[in-house]
Structures are given as structure tokens and as C-alpha cells.
């Protein structure tokens, strides 16, 4: 499995044809390398563990929670005590998620291996039942652990950012949001990678 997302000229060319605007930035900025996290229990591990705090405190609380279990599966977590998972630094109710979602895969309730086969909605569905994980985050999963290619999330701060940048300064509404997106598909999720970048300042100023 790659460990980086992986695109090329077939999506870029597609992108730059459908939104010149786009395609302008794309032109600037060149191609973009994200990594990903190819094993689901690491993934969303690492999701929950990151929300509302820094990547810097992220990647702490990850580490220790790695020292703690050498191997980081469903199995080596639930040997923990929550009182344990705590002292890697995460909260009472962040361990309560990992060891809920750790606990319905080793009991066979949720089962990561079917998602390549399952659609867009149909994880995120499955995904959004889990305690502790929203709307954004099964979108970040679909991107940054099954590679799917047409995520472009509204609820991100950064995604908009990036296309008030882009666009034009005025506040993206859903129904702009929409229009826009429609013209990245099925490439949307290539689109984000640029959003993210533009909103970051890579091309400042845009014009």
C-alpha cells in the first residue's frame, strides 16, 4: 500500500479543464505529497486523539500510546486500562472512544475490511455511529486512509479558507459550496489537497 496519496496528470488535467481558476493554482503550486495511514485502527486512532488539540500535541499523545503497545491494534488497546490510556496524555472520554471503536472491531460489530467495497456514504454512515466520530472526521478517513478520490469537505475550515482565497472573498455558501464541487468530480479529494495549500499561504499574494 502507498503510504503517500496517491494522483496524477489524468486528475490534474481533468481538474485544470473543469476550473481554469483552479487549474492556475494547481500550475503555481505543482504536485503535492500527503501521507497517508493505510491501516483503519491507526487512522482513526490518530483522528480522535487529534481533535481540538495541536499536531504537535497529536503526535506526543500518539507516541506514548505507541510505547505502551508496541504494536497499536484493537486487541493491544483493550488490554489497557482507560486509567492507562489516560496517562498518554489523552482525556477520560478520547481513551472512552478508542476502546469503544477497538471493542466493536475485535467483536466482529464493525469490520474495516469491508469499507474498499462499500461506497462513500455507506462508510460514513457506519462511521458517524461510532462515539466520538463526526461528519469531518469519517471524511478525513476517506481520504487519508481509503484514498477516495472525490472528498471535498464543507465543514472544513481550511477548504473554505481555501476557496475564499480562490473564489473570492465572500463567505462560501452550501449552495456555492456545491457548485464548486461539482466542477472537481470525481477528483474532489485531489482539489482539497490544493485548498489545503492555498489556505496554508503557499500562493500569497493570489494575485
Not at 506514548?64 to 491494534?73: A, F, H, P, Q, Y
Not at 461506497?119 to 457506519?126: A, G, M, N, R, Y
Not at 466520530?133 to 479558507?161: H, K, N, P
Not at 503557499?202 to 494575485?207: A, G, M, N, R, T
Given at each position: 500500500m ?10 490534474l ?11 492556475w493554482a494547481?500550475d503555481?503550486?505543482?504536485m ?18 487529534g ?5 504537535k500535541?497529536?503526535t506526543?499523545?500518539?507516541e ?10 484493537p486487541?493491544?488497546?483493550?488490554r489497557?486500562?482507560?486509567e492507562e490510556?489516560?496517562r498518554a ?21 464493525l469490520?474495516?475490511?469491508l469499507?474498499?467495497s462499500m ?10 455511529s461510532l ?33 475564499k482565497?480562490?473564489?473570492g472573498?465572500e ?10 464541487r461539482a466542477r ?5 479529494s ?10 496554508q499561504g ?6
Open positions: 502507498h503510504n503517500r496519496f496517491t494522483y496524477g496528470s489524468d486528475e488535467d481533468h481538474l485544470k479543464r473543469n476550473d481554469p481558476r483552479l487549474g494547481i503555481r503550486i505543482g503535492i505529497h500527503r501521507t497517508i495511514e493505510p491501516d483503519f485502527f491507526t487512522a482513526i486512532t490518530r483522528s480522535i486523539i481533535q481540538q488539540v495541536s499536531t500535541a497529536q506526543t499523545i500518539f506514548r500510546l505507541l510505547d505502551l503497545v508496541e504494536i497499536l491494534t486487541e493491544a488497546v483493550l489497557l486500562s482507560l490510556l489516560k496524555g489523552m482525556s477520560f472520554r478520547k481513551a472512552e472512544y478508542i476502546q469503544g471503536i477497538a471493542h466493536k472491531i475485535v467483536s466482529g460489530k469490520n474495516p475490511t469499507f474498499p461506497s462513500d456514504s455507506e462508510v460514513i454512515k457506519e462511521l458517524v462515539k466520538g466520530v463526526g461528519l469531518w472526521t469519517a471524511e478525513m478517513i476517506l481520504i487519508f486512509c481509503l484514498q477516495r478520490t472525490d472528498v471535498v469537505s464543507y465543514g472544513d475550515l481550511g477548504i473554505q479558507r481555501g476557496m482565497l480562490l473564489y472573498p463567505e462560501i455558501s452550501k449552495a456555492r459550496f456545491e457548485e464548486i472537481y468530480t470525481p477528483y474532489g485531489v482539489a482539497s489537497l490544493y485548498l489545503w495549500a492555498i489556505a503557499v500562493l500569497s499574494p493570489l494575485d
